[in-house]
């Protein structure tokens, strides 16, 4: 079962980095690099310390950014969910802020906080919070009425209820909220380099193509994605470690 | 047959208490006596408002108007003299049957080894012992029922209400559970007030059966089966008297069976 679902993966990848290599022989166009000129210029990049150097640059907005995101969007969803009150005051602007075009918000940003990390972390904050928000207040909201009546008839405070059952109910859809928006964060951090000043990985990319070095260009991107999915299954790990035992079913009846 | 009751002090009472849904009418004008120490049944058709009843007396629901007192006091909300066994359960999944069971002393503040030694001893007694660490998704219905009734016994509470406690579990368990439930409301000065959709159970376990009538809801009888009291378990099932009053409430409840 184990070694299949590896095999399948194996292929997947075959399947996507062989068509990769052929669009690229093609070619496509002139500026699509094939999958193993690609691979040779990441191993360079890796090689003569650029990409660790411009990773470090580009970490810096995304880890700030997202842990921002993640205290602050869990509380606020938090909120959201236990009050109607604060449901209308606040839920507008996140249902905006997860539809605004951040492109266009970006000059304004830049305006305001100017080039440097502030925007750059504003960027992954709106990129990164909306959808943690939106996930803890829906699964906050979603508890089982059943459960919390419990809680209340067997003289448990408000306090008692939100912690020891609204937030352990709600927690495994909060943490794959926290997983998309850290997908999301991961965007936001590149678009913050490619948009406003290119440093990290964004400038390998910007100054790649800029003396078209596309199969750097390409390392870039893909180097990104990798790093991406390490971390999400990272995540999930974590997630399957901690809710491991007890599934969230409510059985009744 | 029942002229005894007049002397005998209500752990609850419920006055005249009308409880809407919205537009739904649940209960009209119900009024009903629970004597302290004693077994009531609340037997009536599916979404009669046994429920509603029983979560406006625990203090989870409010009534529209009426009175609601338990030892004499309004009830304002939920309180320690009473525990709620209820129709689905509501287990915590994430919780094993231990904790669930001690989740009702956890919230109350007794510390941990002194709410699982009591958990433990009522885990036995509803015949879940070596399950402590399972969970509920790995539990049968009727085991996760049990696990409800582990944890309002667990509080020891005064008055205990219980939603269909028995509606899961198997026939050999239920007919257990019964006869351990009539030496409980003998040994145990509680007041039991207890929904079922069973004639035979509610008479075989109650001291007095009131019926509901469809809602919008009022108690349209109250029987008190007495003439069989003191018999044996088993003895019980064939009494004559028994066997009249199954009948007698299968014939008034027939008429809403259509
Ligand atoms: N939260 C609610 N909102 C609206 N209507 C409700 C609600 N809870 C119950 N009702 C209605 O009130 C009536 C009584 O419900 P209740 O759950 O008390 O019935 P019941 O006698 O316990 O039924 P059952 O034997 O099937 O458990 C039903 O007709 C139901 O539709
Ligand atoms: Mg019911």
């Known amino acids: 079962m184990r070694y299949r679902s590896v095999l399948l993966k194996f292929l997947s990848a075959l399947i996507v980095f062989g068509s990769w290599e052929i669009a690229g022989r093609i070619p496509v166009s002139f500026a699509f690099p094939t999958f193993i000129e690609s691979m040779a210029a990441f191993w360079t990049l890796l090689v003569d310390g650029r990409m660790f150097v411009a990773y470090v640059e580009t970490l810096k907005p995304l880890v700030v950014g997202v842990l921002i995101s993640a205290s602050l969007g869990i509380g606020i969803g938090l909120a959201i969910g236990l009050s109607r009150k604060f449901d209308w005051l606040v839920s507008p602007i996140f249902v905006v802020m997860q539809t605004a075009p951040l492109a266009a918000l970006i000059p304004l940003l830049v305006m305001v906080y100017g080039i440097g990390l502030t925007s750059k972390v504003f960027v992954v904050c709106i990129m990164a919070m909306p959808v943690i928000v939106l996930n803890t207040s829906g699964a906050v909201r979603n508890t089982p009425a059943s459960i919390i009546e419990m809680g209340q008839s067997f003289l448990g405070t408000r306090l008692d209820v939100i912690l020891k059952i609204i937030l352990p109910a709600a927690s495994p859809i909060i943490f794959a909220g926290l997983r998309l928006g850290v997908s999301a964060g991961f965007i936001g951090a590149i678009l913050s380099e490619l948009k406003i000043t290119p440093t990290g990985v964004g400038d390998i990319i910007t100054y790649s193509r800029s003396i078209a070095d596309y199969p750097s260009m390409y390392a870039a991107i893909f180097s990104i994605i990798l790093l991406a999915v390490i971390f999400l299954n990272v995540l999930e790990r974590i997630e399957e470690y901690l809710f491991k035992g007890s599934r969230q079913t409510y059985v009744s009846e | 047959m029942n002229d005894k009751t007049s002397d005998i002090e209500n752990a609850v009472s419920v006055h005249n208490v009308y409880k809407n849904y919205g537009d739904v009418e649940a209960l009209r004008d119900l009024s009903l006596d629970f004597p302290r120490g004693q077994l009531t049944s609340l037997l009536g058709p599916s979404g009669c408002g046994k429920t509603t009843l029983l979560k406006i007396i625990a203090g989870l629901l409010r ?196």
């Not at chain 2, 559970?177 to 039991?192: G, M």
């Open chain 2, 63 to 258: 009534a529209n108007s009426g009175e609601i007192t338990v030892n004499g006091q309004p009830v304002a909300g939920p309180g320690p003299d009473r525990a709620f066994v209820f129709q689905d359960f509501a287990l915590l999944p994430w919780a094993n049957v231990i904790r669930n069971v001690a989740f009702g002393l956890e919230l109350r503040g007794v510390d941990r080894s002194e709410r699982e030694a009591i958990a433990e001893k009522y885990i036995g007694d509803v015949g879940l012992k070596g399950f402590e660490k399972s969970y509920p998704h790995e539990l049968s219905g009727g085991m996760r029922q049990r696990v409800g009734l582990a944890r309002a016994l667990s509080v020891d509470s005064q008055v205990l209400l219980m939603d269909e406690p028995f509606s899961a579990v198997d026939e050999q368990t239920r007919r257990k559970f019964q006869e351990d439930l009539l030496k409980l409301v003998k040994n145990e000065s509680k007041t039991f007030i207890f929904v079922t959709h069973s004639i035979e159970e509610a008479v075989y376990v109650s001291d007095q059966v009131a019926i509901l009538l469809p809602r919008p809801s009022r108690v349209s009888e109250i029987i008190r089966p007495e003439g069989f009291r003191h018999k044996d378990a088993n003895s019980i099932r064939r009494d004559p008297e028994y066997l009249d009053i199954v009948d007698r409430i299968w014939a008034s409840l027939r008429t809403y069976v259509e």
